[in-house]
């Protein structure tokens, strides 16, 4: 019989390419992330191409896929927090230590976090902590440190919280930028930051809520 303790359960929220759920994929149970292996990938966009991440994965992850307005359109008793809660239940079915929100692009709200309970969930933003919260923070960003309204842009992963993208952060990373630059150039440097951070942050959750696994 063995010893070894089971591995570390990760759960992950997609919406589209699913390069952020890549870089877990490749550090999954390696001494990037050790003892650990994602157990669900869950996308609300059906083509999204994070699910044939998933089922190209060795082994392959099982996938499950949720969109909002299919799901309301189905029962006019279906709201977005019984919607929420949901996905909180396809995600509690596969025992996650963590749950990790990849470009997951809706907004989870208090039907989510009040079903996972204390459950850790954490995402994926870019942009520095308190900066150009919501969507479009990559162009957003770019186009204020050109206009010379912020000197510095970046990245971040934080615990996700009822209000958005304002959970304290795990894991802060500034993104080198130029005046001048083309946006294509900083998407680049900033993306190759983000899959660094998602796998350091996972990990460091990680060993809070199963230290020694």
Not at 158 to 179: F, L, S, T, Y
């Amino acid at each position: 019989m063995s010893d070894a303790p089971e591995p570390r359960r990760i759960a992950v929220l997609i919406s589209g390419s699913g390069t952020n759920l890549q870089a877990l994929i490749d550090a999954q149970r390696t001494p990037a992330l050790p003892n650990a292996g994602i157990v669900l990938v869950l996308s609300n966009r059906k083509a999204a191409a994070g699910l044939e991440r998933a089922a190209r994965a060795d082994p392959p992850i099982p996938t499950a896929y949720l969109a909002l307005q299919p799901y309301l359109k189905a029962d006019p008793a279906r709201t977005r927090a019984t919607y929420d809660a949901e996905v909180a239940r396809i995600v509690l079915e596969a025992h996650p230590d963590l749950v990790v929100l990849a470009g997951w692009m809706h907004v989870l709200g208090e039907g989510f976090l009040d079903a996972v309970g204390a459950l850790p969930v954490i995402n994926l933003h870019p942009a520095l902590p308190g900066a150009f919260d919501g969507t479009h923070a990559i162009e957003r960003g770019y186009e204020a440190f050109q206009k010379g309204e912020v000197d510095k842009v970046g990245a971040m992963v934080h615990r996700v919280v009822k209000e958005v993208d304002r959970g304290e952060p795990v894991i802060v990373r500034e993104v080198a930028i130029a005046k001048g630059e083309p946006l294509e150039a900083y998407e680049e440097r900033l993306h190759r930051a983000e899959w660094e951070i998602i796998v350091e942050a996972t990990r460091k959750i990680l060993d809070e809520v199963r230290p020694g696994a």
